[in-house]
């Protein structure tokens, strides 16, 4: 019997010393850095510059296109997703029937009917619309900007998730207030 205890307690001994070197390992790992969480890659997509240089033709002031093209670039996951590489929709918008949409699509897995379109000049321009239909707006920041999309019920995310999205494309693409160097086209006057 007394054989089986100290059986017992050896393999308790065992394990223990087991699981205190695993964890010290672990701590040694943590601890040089081995085991932190590596900062997520944001790849540049030349479509920022785009959509930005679209938004101006059209008419829309410089600071306006700056934060529109931001939105964009959270509506599309950095221009990326299936509706826009697909559909050509730049900003997420719904399909209500609009002149410039020529269908409308429903993603897999989704209820929403987004709008579809030729090319992202078409949704560029149906998004100018959108803006008109909501009379004259002025907004001095991405926060006002933000905080009228969501009034006009626009996206249904928290205001402030939306809003920091937003934020932080801005700065992703507009470092300083002026459009990366990397999407300007030189030669071209100025940011095309």
């Known amino acids: 019997m ?3 205890k100290k059986s017992s307690q ?19 790992l943590n601890w040089g850095g081995v085991l932190k969480p590596r900062k997520k890659t944001i790849t ?4 920022a510059g785009n959509i930005y240089r679209l938004l101006l033709s059209e008419g829309i002031s410089d600071e306006y296109a700056k934060y529109m093209t931001a939105q964009s670039a959270h509506e599309t996951a950095n221009f990326t997703s299936v509706l ?14 609009q002149s410039e949409a020529k269908t409308g699509v429903i993603l897999p897995g989704g209820k929403v009917i987004y709008a579809s379109y030729k090319d992202w000049s078409y949704s560029v321009k149906d998004y100018k619309r959108l803006w008109k239909s909501y009379g004259l707006v002025l907004f ?7 905080r009228l999309l969501k009034q006009k019920d626009y ?3 928290p205001e402030k998730e939306y809003r920091e999205a937003v934020k932080n494309w801005l ?5 300083g207030g002026k459009l990366l160097p990397e999407l300007e086209i030189p030669g071209a006057g100025g940011t095309w």
């Open 10 to 28: 050896t393999g308790r001994t065992g394990l223990l010393g087991v699981l205190s070197l695993l964890g010290s390992l672990l701590l040694l």
């Open 2 to 4: 007394k054989r089986r």
């Open 84 to 97: 826009y590489q697909d559909y050509f929709n730049a900003f997420g918008m719904t399909y209500v029937g």
């Open 140 to 146: 001095a920041n991405v926060e006002q900007f933000v």
């Open 171 to 175: 700065d992703f693409y507009f470092p």
């Open 44 to 47: 540049i997509s030349r479509d």
């Open 155 to 157: 996206f249904t995310a």
